[in-house]
């Protein structure tokens, strides 16, 4: 983390512990109210992370260019620049884990957030436990394992797990942060079927089910952008009652 960044967590009472190893993952939170922020500090803090604050929806995005953080909380009601804005701003850079963090319980204000390309949704008053437990998963799935291979090809698809590119048939093709998380969902589980419900937590940690007009709209995009819009032939296949599978080409 550069001098600047540093001196931002010291200003905005977010100094990491001695204790927290320096490559541990560095979480950035968006959150306009102190006391609240002390004690994200506290809770996370104690499970290992290295933290950054910001207090307003702008500085969130200044921070989030400067700092690069590994996962993003961000609180919907922010000053100057909303939660909603943060989160499509991101949206539209990186496809880093995003957590919306709020008092609004609305059932649309979640579907709103989740179709926005949130990662997850947690509502206040929150279980400290559960809050650890969902950044964790949220950063499992987003990290994968050094025996997570980088490169997939299979002579019609090459996908570079890393750099986040994708080719067909050695065309480069531009995909969203979604439609990218959809696509390596697939692959990494092709010849499977994955229904709707297990898309949705693998691909976007909704285990609630309700962002689940979201899958066939981005199936149907994905199709697009990969040049496979015939539902007969396209190797993004729907098994009818089931879900979607990808199909690799015969060997």
């Not at 560095?26 to 006391?35: K, Y």
């Not at 394992?145 to 002579?155: K, S, T």
């Not at 285990?207 to 697009?224: E, T």
Request: aromatic share 6%; glycine share 10%; proline share 7%.
């Amino acid at each position: 983390m550069s001098p600047a960044s540093e001196a931002l967590l010291r200003r905005r009472g977010g100094e990491r512990s001695p204790e927290v190893e320096p490559d541990a993952p560095f979480v950035l939170v968006v959150e306009d109210d102190p006391d609240i922020w002390r004690s994200l500090q506290i809770i996370l803090g104690r499970a290992g992370y290295r933290l950054g604050w910001a207090v307003d929806g702008a500085e969130g995005l200044k921070a989030f260019n400067d700092q690069r953080p590994d996962l993003v909380v961000v609180d919907i009601g922010l000053p100057k620049v909303d939660g909603w804005v943060v989160l499509e701003r991101i949206r539209q850079m990186s496809s880093v884990p995003v957590l919306l963090l709020t008092a609004r319980g609305l059932e649309s204000d979640k579907v709103r957030g989740l179709l926005g390309g949130a990662d997850d949704y947690l509502t206040k008053p929150y279980s400290n436990d559960e809050l650890v437990a969902r950044l964790g998963r949220l950063l499992r799935r987003c990290r994968p394992g050094p025996e997570a291979p980088r490169l997939y090809d299979d002579g019609r698809l090459r996908i570079d797990f890393l750099e986040h590119s994708v080719e067909v048939e050695g065309r480069s093709v531009e995909l969203t942060p979604t439609e990218f998380r959809l696509l390596a969902v697939l692959v990494r589980h092709a010849d499977t079927v994955l229904s709707v419900p297990r898309l949705l937590e693998l691909g976007w940690s909704d285990i609630s089910g309700a962002g689940r007009g979201r899958v066939k709209f981005s199936v149907l995009s994905l199709r697009r952008k990969l040049g496979w819009g015939d539902v007969i032939t396209s190797p993004v296949e729907t098994v009818r009652g089931f879900g979607y599978r990808y199909r690799p080409p015969a060997l």
